[in-house]
């Protein structure tokens, strides 16, 4: 979910508020937790979706990974390309075309249609977000900014927590014979309203001039992504091949030809030579790769353990995963009044917390084939309250070191490697857990896999020593914010 910052930085506020600004407000809203609850809710329904449909365990990973590959690599362009031919339009191609994907994705009779339909759901979600923001910016005047950030976060909050039991529970209602379908089949409504409405009270927003694509970049980014992300989930179902190998060397070079085309290019690049500069940006993008793939695999692997490894039920799954999301929201929250004071701190501890609420989880689960639900509490509470810690303040800290004019562009390119992290950590953590399933207990496989995280966990930690020591505060029009675990 990109966050207000990302294109906060364009327009100034409106001396006038608009008139339908809070019916505004709600349209975007509508559009965010539609958009959470559908990324949420897959995380629990695939193993009934592969059940159903059939596919292997890297189907249960694509279901995801194609997803979040295809949000990041649009997510950038798409923002641009809404000053170019303005946000009222491409926030409503994207709502219309979200909510076709979404019934298409209900009706796919097997995992490979569903995988596509779910790229064509991150290509609209990317076109999609990013207009809802700085529509907001648009509409509200500078005064009533606050207000608004502040209603936007507890909601979305609230969304993120009760996402897998509301999955749970529409897969194991089974209405009408739907089962799995349902959680695709709710989007149907909720994006039809809001599309409604939007048609009547969006402004309509003026494109920019001289703005242009760098559709190079795109091509070689998603290019790349693709190559590192392709071999991990398919590589153990194929025995590991050579060209799992090759893929992934032509992966990084292509990373590397991304890095340098950027670094030359003149005009609108994905990402400002600038940034590309900027060692404390750097940094952090580096930072949010590696704990954003291991959060973003972790979310995954559980879901997978409760079903795969423990035959849970999806709505008993989705009430396992209750307290790491409620832990994440309450220190996410809490995290506002701390992160002025503390500062990168701040992070640090979040790190440490997740690593300490990981290293207990696996200490509870290993050795047993038949794990009690109440012994994933404690690490998976306290691994919550760790990646709340850092999901809070993470992108307001690392935005400390840029200058005002690029924190719209560095933002979104912060969002967008969240994102690439979560389909390299879907790809990597999880090809790691079904590896474990396959020859030891289940409990073993969660506790490996778990502690095989904590590696980038280290990582960041060494890496948030680089950071700007404090944030900018809570101030709206600069304050970053990462996605939710489990968005996209």
Same mark, same amino acid.
């Given at each position: 979910?990109?966050?207000?910052?990302?294109?906060?930085?364009?327009?100034?506020?409106?001396?006038?508020?608009?008139?339908?600004?809070?019916?505004?407000?709600?349209?975007?809203?509508?559009?965010?937790?539609?958009?959470?609850?559908?990324?949420?809710?897959?995380?629990?329904?695939?193993?009934?979706?592969?059940?159903? =449909?059939? #596919? %292997?365990?890297?189907? $249960?990973?694509? &279901? /995801?990974?194609?997803?979040? @590959?295809? !949000?990041?690599?649009? +997510?950038?362009?798409?923002?641009?390309?809404?000053?170019?031919?303005?946000?009222?339009?491409?926030?409503?191609?994207?709502?219309?075309?979200?909510?076709?994907?979404?019934?298409?994705?209900?009706?796919?009779?097997?995992?490979?249609?569903?995988?596509?339909?779910?790229?064509?759901?991150?290509?609209?979600?990317?076109?999609?977000?990013?207009?809802?923001?700085?529509?907001?910016?648009?509409?509200?005047?500078?005064?009533?900014?606050?207000?608004?950030?502040?209603?936007?976060?507890?909601?979305?909050?609230?969304?993120?927590?009760?996402?897998?039991? =509301?999955? #749970? %529970?529409?897969?194991? $209602?089974?209405? &009408? /014979?739907?089962?799995?379908? @349902?959680? !695709?089949?709710?989007? +149907?409504?909720?994006?039809?309203?809001?599309?409604?409405?939007?048609?009547?009270?969006?402004?309509?927003?003026?494109?920019?001039?001289?703005?242009?694509?760098?559709?190079?970049?795109?091509?070689?980014?998603?290019?790349?992504?693709?190559?590192?992300?392709?071999?991990?989930?398919?590589?153990?179902?194929?025995?590991?091949?050579?060209?799992?190998?090759?893929?992934?060397?032509?992966?990084?070079?292509?990373?590397?030809?991304?890095?340098?085309?950027?670094?030359?290019?003149?005009?609108?690049?994905?990402?400002?030579?600038?940034?590309?500069?900027?060692?404390?940006?750097?940094?952090?993008?580096?930072?949010? &790769?590696?704990?954003?793939?291991?959060?973003?695999?972790?979310?995954?692997?559980?879901?997978?353990?409760?079903?795969?490894?423990?035959?849970?039920?999806?709505?008993?799954?989705?009430?396992?995963?209750?307290?790491?999301?409620?832990?994440?929201?309450?220190?996410?929250?809490?995290?506002?009044?701390?992160?002025?004071?503390?500062?990168?701190?701040?992070?640090?501890?979040?790190?440490?917390?997740?690593?300490?609420?990981?290293?207990?989880?696996?200490?509870?689960?290993?050795?047993?084939?038949?794990?009690?639900?109440?012994?994933?509490?404690?690490?998976?509470?306290?691994?919550?309250?760790?990646?709340?810690?850092?999901?809070?303040?993470?992108?307001?800290?690392?935005?400390?070191?840029?200058?005002?004019?690029?924190?719209?562009?560095?933002?979104?390119?912060?969002?967008?490697?969240?994102?690439?992290?979560?389909?390299?950590?879907?790809?990597?953590?999880?090809?790691?857990?079904?590896?474990?399933?396959?020859?030891?207990?289940?409990?073993?496989?969660?506790?490996?896999?778990?502690?095989?995280?904590?590696?980038?966990?280290?990582?960041?930690?060494?890496?948030?020593?680089?950071?700007?020591?404090?944030?900018?505060?809570?101030?709206?029009?600069?304050?970053?914010?990462?996605?939710?675990?489990?968005?996209?």
């Amino acid at each position: 979910m990109p966050t207000p910052a990302e294109t906060a930085s364009a327009e100034a506020a409106p001396a006038t508020p608009y008139a339908a600004r809070w019916l505004v407000f709600g349209v975007v809203l509508c559009a965010e937790v539609m958009d959470l609850l559908d990324s949420t809710v897959v995380n629990v329904a695939g193993p009934s979706i592969r059940a159903d =449909l059939g #596919g %292997g365990a890297s189907t $249960l990973q694509w &279901l /995801g990974a194609s997803y979040t @590959l295809t !949000f990041a690599v649009l +997510l950038i362009t798409s923002a641009r390309l809404g000053d170019i031919v303005g946000r009222r339009r491409l926030f409503l191609i994207g709502a219309a075309g979200f909510t076709a994907a979404s019934a298409l994705c209900a009706l796919a009779p097997g995992p490979g249609v569903l995988i596509a339909c779910r790229v064509v759901q991150g290509g609209f979600g990317a076109v999609l977000i990013p207009q809802g923001f700085g529509m907001l910016n648009e509409v509200f005047s500078e005064e009533e900014m606050p207000k608004v950030f502040g209603l936007f976060g507890p909601i979305v909050g609230v969304a993120a927590v009760a996402g897998p039991i =509301l999955a #749970g %529970g529409l897969v194991d $209602l089974n209405l &009408l /014979g739907t089962g799995w379908r @349902l959680v !695709f089949l709710i989007n +149907l409504p909720v994006g039809i309203a809001a599309l409604a409405l939007a048609l009547r009270v969006l402004p309509r927003t003026v494109a920019a001039a001289g703005t242009r694509l760098d559709v190079p970049g795109t091509l070689l980014v998603g290019a790349a992504a693709f190559a590192l992300v392709y071999p991990l989930i398919q590589g153990r179902e194929a025995g590991w091949p050579a060209w799992c190998f090759v893929l992934l060397g032509v992966g990084a070079v292509l990373l590397g030809a991304f890095v340098a085309y950027e670094s030359r290019r003149r005009g609108a690049p994905l990402i400002e030579r600038s940034l590309m500069r900027n060692r404390a940006f750097t940094s952090g993008l580096a930072l949010a &790769l590696a704990f954003f793939a291991s959060v973003g695999g972790l979310l995954l692997v559980l879901s997978l353990f409760c079903q795969v490894g423990e035959g849970f039920s999806a709505a008993r799954t989705g009430l396992t995963l209750t307290p790491l999301s409620a832990g994440m929201v309450a220190a996410m929250l809490g995290s506002f009044a701390l992160v002025e004071r503390f500062g990168r701190s701040l992070i640090q501890v979040g790190i440490v917390v997740t690593a300490l609420g990981l290293g207990l989880l696996a200490a509870m689960v290993a050795g047993k084939s038949d794990v009690p639900v109440w012994t994933l509490v404690p690490g998976t509470v306290l691994a919550g309250a760790g990646i709340g810690l850092v999901f809070g303040q993470l992108f307001d800290v690392i935005l400390t070191g840029v200058p005002g004019l690029e924190i719209g562009s560095a933002s979104g390119v912060l969002n967008a490697t969240q994102q690439l992290a979560f389909a390299l950590g879907i790809a990597g953590v999880a090809t790691l857990f079904f590896a474990e399933l396959g020859r030891r207990p289940s409990g073993d496989a969660l506790a490996i896999t778990a502690l095989a995280t904590l590696a980038p966990l280290a990582i960041a930690l060494v890496l948030a020593f680089r950071l700007p020591p404090k944030g900018h505060g809570p101030s709206p029009d600069v304050s970053g914010g990462a996605s939710l675990p489990g968005e996209r």
